[in-house]
């Protein structure tokens, strides 16, 4: 699948449009979380999974095909072997404060999204694991202050990294690896 990758702003309007009283950040944490923790959907039931409502009427097609494409980019990315996930956050020429917002509000999702995959937790994760989950929850219970805008620039681009390396070691603990493909030259026995 070679689409181009959903923004930010595109999300949040589509939200918007689709009156979920849901925020771009928090929704892709949620299922990025849920995804990590093993959670079971397709890219048609995965809204319902996180327990987010659509209501009938409100759905227009071309919106919901942009959530069905947020849910196969984010599943693709979490399995990239060349680690290419990203958490969806305001494009870099935003504020800062509102680019850290969101990631505060990304960690708040990613936490709820875990819970509703019904992992657990104490019993799969290695002691790093554990480290970064709860430096996910200290993130996600921060009130940030912005003091230094390039100070405080560069611990923003920490704590995405971070982020982002935290969230591909605990899909590779918590999430069921991928079923082998099977084909002619890559047969099942």
């Known amino acids: 699948m070679n689409s181009t990758a959903i923004t930010h702003a ?30 079971t959907a397709s890219p048609r039931t995965w809204l319902q999974r996180l327990e987010i ?47 850290a917002d969101a990631l505060v509000q990304w960690c708040r999702g990613f936490l709820g ?5 019904g992992a657990s937790t104490e019993q799969k994760l ?23 805008a390039e100070e405080d620039e560069s611990a923003l681009v920490e704590v995405l990294e971070f982020i982002r390396v935290g969230v591909m070691l605990l899909h590779a603990e918590l999430a069921p690896p991928p079923a082998p493909t099977v084909g002619a030259d890559n047969r099942l026995h």
Do not use: K, N, W
């Open 113 to 117: 999204g875990l819970g509703l995959s």
């Open 126 to 148: 290695s002691p790093d694991g554990a480290e970064i989950l709860r430096d996910f929850g200290a993130i996600a219970a921060s009130q940030l202050e912005y003091d230094d």
């Open 10 to 39: 595109e999300l949040g309007m589509a939200l918007s449009e689709l009156e979920f009283g849901v925020g771009a950040s928090d929704l892709h944490g949620s299922l990025t979380g849920f995804l990590c923790g093993g959670g």
């Open 53 to 99: 409502d659509v209501e009938p009427g409100i759905e227009t097609h071309a919106r919901m095909e942009l959530l069905v494409r947020l849910f196969s980019d984010c599943r693709r990315r979490l399995e990239d072997p060349g680690f290419g996930f990203e958490p969806l956050l305001p494009e870099e020429d935003e504020p800062l404060g509102e680019r």
